[in-house]
């Protein structure tokens, strides 16, 4: 029923759950499920979403699967239209694909209700989005934007007012908490929709492209402010970015490509947990459950790879040959 984030709603919402009868409905949602996609904390198996607008469909995801570790830092990269903001909005329960499964703490979020879901994006997500005006409301300080949501939470005020504060000085703003939006920098503002995110303490803190709006300077304090925080507060985080800088400050990225992980990049030596990264990362391809892999586009180019191949067992590998290389390698000289 509620699919997007908006705070007028998030009221709404409070109210909907304040009915016993309701309240028990959610347990049972939320308690009731198995606990499928253990092992990883969050899931996705064979995502597909399809949207269709008009007579148009669009396959978003075509088969998508990832496993996240939690108090995992992991990057979501990938070209404009290839997917990221559809895996984000399924992750965090804004959105639900057209088939595949996918499970969040053990959590299969496909089989909660309505209301469960709604409980899920208020209790276990944070969202932190590209623009700021959809993360702050502007006529509220950074100190009141960061309580709004632990107020509809029904925190009391002293609590709030101390976890407000504490997370303002986890992203180093605690001498910016009396500014409204208007009187913060692009960087500034997106460090207290971090605050903000963080707010109802989520398990898992979701950000599509939160530095693509700042320059890079503001982008490293944003990402260091990521890190800071997962490490602090053991929050799996997933970034979503154009920007491919982002593998020197996460534990590992993940290429989309076609509505599907096509790469995974892993940092060779890890790193320690109170500093950011800076070993190298190995890029590897992504099989997937039902053994398909992308060729980078740049060996299919260089190799000239094009409709069949003919795949080859060799010695300790696959060799993947253009047919006509293979046929020539069967002719007599
Ligand atoms: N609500 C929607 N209705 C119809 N088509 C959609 C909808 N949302 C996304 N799409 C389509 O699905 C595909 C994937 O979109 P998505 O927003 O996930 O891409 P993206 O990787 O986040 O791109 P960008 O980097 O530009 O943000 C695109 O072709 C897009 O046009
Ligand atoms: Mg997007």
């Keep these: 029923m509620f699919r997007r984030w908006k705070w007028p709603l998030a009221i709404q919402r409070v109210k909907s759950i304040s009915g016993r009868a309701d309240r028990q409905q959610v347990r049972d949602d939320w308690e009731g499920t198995d606990q499928t996609g253990a092992g990883a904390f969050a899931v996705c198996q064979g995502l597909v ?41 399924i992750l965090g329960g804004l959105d639900l694909p057209s088939a595949g499964r996918v499970f969040v703490g053990g959590q299969d979020l496909l089989e909660l209700s309505d209301a469960g879901l709604s409980r899920y994006r208020r209790e276990k997500v944070g969202f932190v989005w590209q623009q700021s005006s959809r993360n702050l409301i502007p006529y509220l300080t950074a100190l009141e934007n960061v309580q709004l949501p632990m107020m509809l939470m029904g925190k009391p005020l002293g609590s709030r007012t101390a976890r407000a504060r504490e997370l303002l000085a986890s992203v180093g703003l605690e001498w910016r908490m009396s500014h409204r939006q208007s009187q913060l920098s692009g960087g500034e503002q997106q460090r207290v929709a971090i605050a903000v995110a963080m707010a109802n303490a989520p398990e898992i803190l979701l950000a ?71 070993g190298e990362m190995e890029e590897l391809v992504v099989l997937d459950s039902a053994g398909r892999l992308q060729i980078p586009r740049e060996l299919i180019e260089r190799f000239g790879l094009k409709g069949r191949v003919r795949v080859e067992a060799g010695d300790g590998h696959i060799a993947i040959v253009p047919v006509e290389a293979a046929d020539r390698k069967g002719q007599p000289k």
């Design 208 to 278: 599509d492209e939160p530095t693509g709006e700042v320059d890079t300077d503001a982008a490293i304090a944003i990402y260091g402010v990521f890190h800071k925080i997962s490490r602090a507060y053991g929050t799996t985080v997933i970034i979503v970015s154009h920007d491919r800088t982002i593998g020197s400050f996460v534990d590992r990225v993940v290429a989309v490509r076609d509505g599907k992980v096509s790469t995974e990049a892993t940092r060779r030596e890890r790193e320690s947990d109170d500093e950011l990264a800076t």
């Design 49 to 89: 979403k399809i949207y269709k607008v008009a007579d148009l469909e669009t396959v978003a995801l075509q088969g998508l699967d990832l496993e996240v570790r939690r108090g995992e830092i992991l990057g979501v990269i990938g070209n404009s239209g290839s997917g990221k903001s559809t895996l984000l909005n």
